[in-house]
């Protein structure tokens, strides 16, 4: 178990005159937010970064708003005691159903994937399909979005519930994914799009499948890329960005983290170190009864 330092700085080890060198946040509830990770290593070599998957409670893609509200605010007012200089809410379903209310709820900026990703579709296409859980697919986030930058957009969403436990599962290459990717795929094929957008941050793991399911000529748009060119955007603007050399990414979950490791390692390229966090005091094998 993880606790918060009450030292100057803490237990990362920036100093608190230094708010520079302060990692970023970024949250998922398992392994898609690493694609997200990923595009930070690229785009923000610099900067030092804690990650937090809620491994315990995922998947949200079938909860509630009130759900993932306690969920969010559990992980930002952990990332708060960590003193992140930014968060980047590296889960769909959680922008979709929580950024607009807890924006206001913490001294600092938090960014979410789904408007940096409906600009950048709008930019490549006309037709445009988004693949997502089935909470934000209800939550229409992605076509209003859209709409509210073109509204001469055509925009579908499919919710894709099977998804997120494939991956989490390292089920990629099974036959029956491709399976279950071609009936999720089938109905924006027939209204021909010509854009497919990631409405999920997992999905880009599946990227060889879908991308040999879909038409030469669809496009394909993952926020994830963009959510950290608005990221490196923000933190110029505040002044924030890293010019000293990165911390190693500290990892977290709430689950167990000898799985994350596991699967994290196929993803990064490296096997992770993985801490585990409970929220309030309450033991995760707990959590995971209360939830099961
Ligand atoms: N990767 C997250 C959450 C998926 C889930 O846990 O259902 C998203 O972008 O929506």
Same mark, same amino acid.
């Given at each position: 178990m993880y606790s918060s330092s @009450?030292? /100057? #700085?803490?237990? %990362?080890?920036?100093?608190?005159? /230094? =708010?520079?060198r302060a990692p970023i946040g970024v949250f998922d509830s #398992?392994? #898609?937010g690493l694609t997200v990770l990923r595009q930070i290593y690229r785009q923000l070599p610099n900067e030092s970064v804690i990650y937090f998957g809620d491994t315990a409670r995922? =998947? %949200?893609?079938?909860? @509630?708003q009130a759900e993932i509200l306690t969920f969010v605010r559990d992980i930002l007012d952990w990332m708060q005691q960590q003193h992140v200089k930014m968060v980047v809410m590296a889960c769909n379903t959680s922008s979709a159903l929580a950024l607009d209310i807890v924006r /206001? /709820? %913490?001294d600092f900026p938090i960014l979410g994937v789904i408007l940096p990703g409906a600009k950048a579709a709008v930019q490549q296409g006309k037709r445009i399909g988004v693949i997502s859980t089935p909470a934000t697919a209800k939550s229409n986030a992605y076509r209003q979005a859209i709409w509210e930058i073109d509204p001469n957009v055509e925009v579908w969403q499919v919710g894709c519930p099977e998804f997120v436990p494939l991956i989490e599962q390292n089920r990629?290459?099974?036959p029956y994914t491709t399976e279950v990717a071609r009936a999720y795929l089938e109905p924006l094929i027939q209204q021909d799009i010509d854009t497919l957008v990631y #409405?999920?941050?997992?999905?880009p793991l599946l990227a060889p499948v879908l991308r040999s399911l879909l038409p030469p000529q669809v496009k394909i748009i993952d926020p994830a890329v963009h959510v950290v060119t608005a990221c490196t955007q923000e933190l110029d603007l505040l002044g924030l960005s890293n010019t000293h050399p990165p911390l190693p990414t500290r990892f977290a979950v709430s689950g167990c983290p000898q799985q994350f490791s596991q699967s994290g390692v196929h993803w990064l390229g490296y096997t992770p170190l993985v801490e585990a966090v409970d929220f309030a005091g309450v033991p995760v094998s707990q959590l995971q009864q209360d939830l099961a």
């Open positions: @009450s030292i /100057e #700085g803490n237990l %990362y080890g920036f100093s608190a005159q /230094e =708010p520079q #398992g392994v #898609g995922l =998947p %949200y893609g079938i909860r @509630s /206001e /709820e %913490y990629i290459q099974d #409405g999920c941050t997992h999905y």
